[in-house]
Each structure stands twice: as C-alpha cells, then as structure tokens.
C-alpha cells in the first residue's frame, strides 16, 4: 500500500511513517506542499490514502483549503489523527475537520469520537505509541548521565493559561517536592529556565540543558537512572509514556487510572499520589539498582504492543473495517520504503494512458521494470491511468 504523509514535521516522519513501513507499506513524506506540488506528489506516487495529523506547518488555512481541494480532485481517501484532542477539540480540531473534511477521524481521546461521528464523520480511538527504531534502548552516554532527568518542554504560558489543567498536578507530585528537597533533576526541553516564579524555586543553570532532538531522546532514557513522566490528562497517557519504556527506561509517573489501564504499577513503572511519596519513592530506587532493573525489563517488555507498528495495523484495519479501504491494500511484502518528495523537475516523466502497461513503458523508454519500479517507489507492476512516473534522471 502507498501512504502520503502531509508532514514536514520530524516527530511523526519518525514514528507513524515508520509504523506502517514496519507493516510493509510504503510511505512518501510530503515536505512542505503547495497547490502544485501536492498534485504532482499525488499523481506521481497514486497513494492509497492520504494521513495529516495534529496541529503543524502544514495546517495553515491556506494548505488546509489546498489539501481538500486536491484529495477531492484526485478522490484520494483522507484520514486526519486528532492528536490534540481533548484540550484543544473545540478550538481546534472542529474548524480544521470542517475545512479539510477528511474521510475518516482517529481521536486520542475515546469521548470524541461521537462528537466526530455527530459531525458525519466516521471516527475511533487511536493511542500515541512509540517506534522501535528510534526508542530502543542505548548504551550509557556520558553527556547524557544523571541521577534523574525529565524530557519534556515547560509550557509557562500554557499553565499561566490554563489553571485547571491535569498538567499542573503532575508539576506538583514529580517536579516541586524534589525542588524543594534540593535534589538535583536534569531538565532537557525548552523553557525550563522561566519557571522560577511557578516552582518558586530558581532551577540551577547546570541543571537545565534545553532543547534535545527528538531522535536523541533514547539516550537521555538508557543514561538515566530515573526518568520523571508528566502526564497531560488522568485517563490518557503521553507519548513520553511509551517512549521511555521502549527505550528500556526507569519511569516513575503520577497515578492515573490511563497509567493503571495500560501498565502496572510496581511492575512496570512506579507511579506516585503525591508529593510526599515521590521523594520517598526516589530516594528507595536510586539505591536498589537491582529492583529499578527488573522493573525496567519487564516495563520494555509490556510496552512492546504499543508500538506504531501496532498502531498501523489498527488503523488499517478500521479503515478496511469501515470501507474507507479495500481488503486488498493489505500489505505484500515484508517492509516497506519511507520516501520524501523531491520536484519532478531533474527527471523525465511519462503521464500514464488508457491501456498502458509497465511493460510497455519499459520497452519503449528502454528501462527496465525493476528501474521503473525503483524509482518510482512502486509496490508492484500495477500502474493508472493519468499516474506520473519518473522515466530516468536528465542529463545536464
């Protein structure tokens, strides 16, 4: 199968693109699309459906006018991941599923999905996950070494605005009452340095590292003994959730029932009620290194069915299941390509016609199938009528 990804971002790139790929389809990676380069990426790679998700740089009113006008015209299937539900579904998740009108909703938050469904939109639940080719665990980095470290940016402005938000709870069970004890966290995200005045604590410049590639999260995860991990809402999880436990590390977290219906506590993970027990519970496993191991082992373990590639192959199949798919775009091979979009303009192309087949373009372009299909990122020799496809580079 062929999936479009409407990304330019680098954390979905690296996680639900490689999911399906994992599960044997294809996936090109649109960069950042225009009215004409999203038609000549549709026409020359055919996808099967077309994914956008969250709220990013290819959101604009104007790419969202764009993106429905041309998966309408080349009647293309659009499913849009309603990653920023429930705090922002009314604000917005609503306007943009009215602008993009997608043929099919996957929410995080499961109370949406009748919300969608009362829009005339089908929609289900899908879960955050992690990749198993970016969140495996490492060896020990120095540079990344700590006693106990948190990966997540502040969100000042946020909290300032949002009071009741689940977020400040877990600020207060993980985060203040080791402040207040003097014990040293590493922050790795933004804005760490401007919450003196939230924690009334004025966080040591050393401990504070700011921003961290998405793809070097595993390193602060496998050097660490202790990861801290907030929790956005009391019945879901963060993707940070997942991720750590991938990459085979300590996670302490709140107590949430989304954290019991997923994990054990004690098991898996350590969860805390309160900030008391925080400090009680960090001080115990940062001296019992053999107790946070077998957590840790069996955490990476239990976290294995969340990974994308599950995720994938949920989505797939709810969307066979509600005929948005057919049952033949299973996927035939055993993995697939991760492909990024690059302007037609350095190769030679070919509109295909009624009747064509690869063969006959094969023997008349002298290339062979197997270029044909190379370069075109195909998954077989099936090809349609109006597809582009590269013929060879040009010769400058």
């Given at each position: 199968?062929?999936?479009?990804?409407?990304?330019?971002?680098?954390?979905?790139?690296?996680?639900?693109?490689?999911?399906?790929?994992?599960?044997?389809?294809?996936?090109?990676?649109?960069?950042?699309?225009?009215?004409?380069n999203?038609?000549?990426?549709?026409?020359?790679?055919?996808?099967?459906?077309?994914i956008?998700?969250?709220?990013?740089?290819?959101?604009?009113?104007?790419?969202?006018?764009?993106?429905?006008?041309?998966?309408?015209?080349?009647?293309?299937?659009?499913?849009?991941?309603?990653?920023?539900?429930?705090?922002?579904?009314?604000?917005?998740?609503?306007?943009?599923?009215?602008?993009?009108?997608?043929?099919?909703?996957?929410?995080?938050?499961?109370?949406?999905?009748?919300?969608?469904?009362?829009?005339?939109?089908?929609?289900d639940?899908?879960d955050?996950?992690?990749?198993?080719?970016?969140?495996?665990?490492?060896?020990?980095?120095?540079?990344?070494?700590?006693?106990?470290?948190?990966?997540?940016?502040a969100?000042?402005?946020?909290?300032?605005?949002?009071?009741?938000?689940?977020?400040?709870?877990?600020?207060?069970?993980?985060?203040?009452?080791?402040?207040?004890?003097?014990?040293?966290?590493?922050?790795?995200?933004?804005?760490?340095?401007?919450?003196?005045?939230?924690?009334?604590?004025?966080?040591?410049?050393?401990?504070?590292?700011?921003?961290?590639?998405?793809?070097?999260a595993?390193?602060?995860?496998?050097?660490?003994?202790?990861?801290?991990?907030?929790?956005?809402?009391?019945?879901?999880?963060?993707?940070?959730?997942?991720?750590?436990?991938?990459?085979?590390?300590?996670?302490?977290?709140?107590?949430?029932?989304?954290?019991?219906k997923?994990?054990?506590?004690?098991?898996?993970?350590?969860?805390s009620?309160?900030?008391?027990?925080?400090?009680?519970?960090?001080?115990?496993?940062?001296?019992?290194?053999?107790?946070?191991?077998?957590?840790?082992?069996?955490?990476?373990?239990t976290?294995?069915?969340?990974?994308?590639?599950?995720?994938?192959?949920?989505?797939?199949k709810?969307?066979?299941?509600?005929?948005?798919?057919k049952?033949?775009?299973?996927?035939?091979?055993?993995?697939?390509?991760?492909?990024?979009?690059?302007?037609?303009?350095?190769?030679?192309?070919?509109?295909?016609k009624?009747?064509?087949?690869?063969?006959?373009?094969?023997?008349?372009?002298?290339?062979?199938?197997?270029?044909?299909?190379?370069?075109?990122?195909?998954?077989?020799?099936?090809?349609?009528?109006?597809?582009?496809?590269?013929?060879?580079?040009?010769?400058?």
């Open positions: 199968m062929r999936i479009l990804f409407l990304e330019s971002g680098e954390i979905w790139t690296n996680s639900l693109a490689r999911g399906f790929q994992a599960d044997g389809h294809d996936v090109l990676i649109s960069g950042s699309i225009n009215n004409e999203l038609s000549q990426m549709i026409e020359d790679f055919y996808p099967d459906f077309a956008t998700i969250g709220w990013g740089r290819e959101h604009t009113k104007d790419k969202q006018k764009i993106i429905r006008e041309q998966m309408v015209s080349h009647k293309i299937p659009l499913v849009y991941w309603a990653v920023e539900d429930p705090a922002y579904t009314d604000v917005w998740s609503i306007p943009l599923v009215n602008n993009i009108k997608p043929d099919f909703i996957f929410t995080l938050c499961p109370d949406n999905i009748e919300t969608y469904k009362q829009l005339g939109i089908p929609s639940h899908l955050f996950g992690y990749e198993e080719t970016i969140h495996h665990p490492t060896n020990v980095h120095p540079e990344y070494e700590s006693d106990i470290a948190i990966v997540a940016n969100y000042p402005d946020i909290l300032y605005k949002y009071p009741e938000h689940y977020r400040h709870r877990s600020l207060d069970i993980l985060i203040k009452p080791l402040l207040m004890e003097n014990i040293r966290i590493d922050f790795w995200g933004n804005n760490w340095d401007k919450m003196a005045d939230y924690f009334d604590f004025d966080i040591p410049n050393e401990w504070i590292h700011g921003f961290l590639n998405y793809n070097d595993n390193k602060v995860y496998s050097s660490a003994k202790i990861l801290l991990g907030l929790q956005n809402y009391p019945d879901l999880l963060t993707q940070r959730t997942y991720e750590i436990l991938g990459s085979g590390g300590f996670l302490i977290t709140v107590d949430t029932p989304g954290v019991r997923n994990f054990i506590p004690g098991k898996d993970l350590v969860v009620l309160s900030p008391e027990e925080t400090v009680q519970k960090i001080r115990y496993f940062l001296n019992h290194s053999q107790k946070r191991s077998q957590i840790q082992i069996q955490g990476r373990k976290v294995q069915d969340h990974s994308y590639k599950t995720r994938a192959i949920q989505m797939i709810t969307l066979i299941d509600n005929n948005i798919l049952n033949s775009f299973y996927p035939t091979k055993e993995k697939g390509e991760i492909l990024y979009y690059k302007p037609l303009d350095d190769y030679e192309t070919y509109k295909v009624k009747g064509d087949t690869l063969y006959r373009i094969s023997s008349e372009y002298s290339v062979s199938i197997k270029d044909l299909i190379t370069l075109n990122g195909l998954t077989s020799d099936l090809i349609f009528e109006d597809q582009i496809l590269k013929i060879r580079k040009r010769i400058v």
